[in-house]
């Protein structure tokens, strides 16, 4: 029976499946806390994998985001500021000293000159940040432009998890949290909402509290990794059987992500060429490094082969 046709998981994908199901149950479990998400995931994703052939395909070739996710709640097992020291003088000094306007920074400076327009444009470019990306992924996947798919993919996680040891290498702190608290360092900040509050306030909605009340690490602004994801898209829209206007739609979600991450004080304009960097050194190392490998071209065509069925 062809891999198409064969609906049951074999003996040994039984296995690689639950000792993985079982290992991220485990190390949240004992090192992060279950929440009611993670039960629901946890069914959703047994169902997917034993279902049926096309849905274990489906769950392998997201598995890129996936372990995106659980990289992202797994940094609250170790706060990057129990690693290194967190920057928050001297990256505001910096942005002051390079993109200062007066006496300002550029938060500063806007968070003087907001206008409920600008709240609701700065809303809806960030309530884009994620969905847009992931959506646009599996529209490459179930238009079974399965290479493009896992170049992009790839690079999503890659670019994250770059993103994510720039965080414990240097943890900075955002600007919300010099307006808020100063310069002390106060472990254990919990996450703020900063100019996105004006958005939840206009909707009657609570969609960005609920998102940074659980922040895994308020100390990580540098690099903003909100400036790489739609700039992801946007390269890969490049290779990808996609009309000019889906190309020119990313690319104005990506110019007003960069602007609201420093309109709503979440980001200095450090921060955001920094992301911008962290995606252009990622894309460069896994086209130009990873992919030159034989051995790497090698997993790419049976994860290819794979997914495709």
């Not at 390079?98 to 920074?105: A, K, P, R, V």
Request: overall charge neutral; hydrophobic content about 55%; proline content about 4%.
């Amino acid at each position: 029976m062809s891999s198409t046709a064969r609906t049951s998981a074999t003996t040994r994908e039984s296995a690689v499946i639950i000792a993985i199901l079982g290992l991220w149950l485990l190390v949240t479990g004992l090192f992060v806390g279950l929440r009611t998400e993670h039960v629901y995931i946890l069914a959703l994703l047994t169902i997917l994998l034993f279902a049926t052939g096309a849905t274990r395909r489906m769950v392998v070739a997201l598995l890129p985001f996936i372990v995106f996710g659980i990289s992202y709640d797994w940094m609250n097992i170790l706060p990057n500021y129990e690693v290194n020291p967190v920057d928050i003088r001297g990256l505001y000094d910096a942005e002051k000293s390079l993109f200062g306007i007066g006496s300002s920074t550029p938060n500063e400076w806007w968070a003087a000159h907001t206008s409920k327009i600008l709240d609701f444009m700065a809303g809806c470019f960030y309530l884009c940040w994620v969905p847009v990306p992931i959506i646009f992924g599996l529209w490459l996947y179930f238009g079974r432009q399965y290479e493009v798919y896992l170049h992009f993919s790839l690079v999503f996680l890659f670019v994250n998890l770059l993103g994510f040891a720039g965080y414990y290498i240097h943890p900075a702190a955002p600007p919300w949290y010099v307006a808020m608290h100063g310069f002390e360092f106060i472990p254990g900040t919990h996450g703020e909402t900063a100019g996105l509050s004006a958005w939840d306030a206009m909707t009657g909605t609570a969609i960005f509290d609920g998102l940074y009340s659980r922040n895994s690490n308020v100390f990580a602004a540098l690099p903003s990794l909100h400036a790489a994801y739609m700039l992801i898209a946007f390269i890969y829209s490049l290779r990808a059987r996609c009309g000019w206007w889906l190309r020119a739609i990313f690319a104005f979600i990506c110019l007003g992500i960069w602007w609201t991450a420093v309109y709503t004080s979440h980001h200095y304009i450090i921060d955001v060429i920094a992301g911008i960097g962290v995606t252009i050194l990622g894309w460069l190392l896994f086209e130009k490094v990873l992919m030159r490998l034989g051995i790497f071209r090698r997993f790419m065509e049976a994860y290819k082969g794979y997914i495709a069925g």
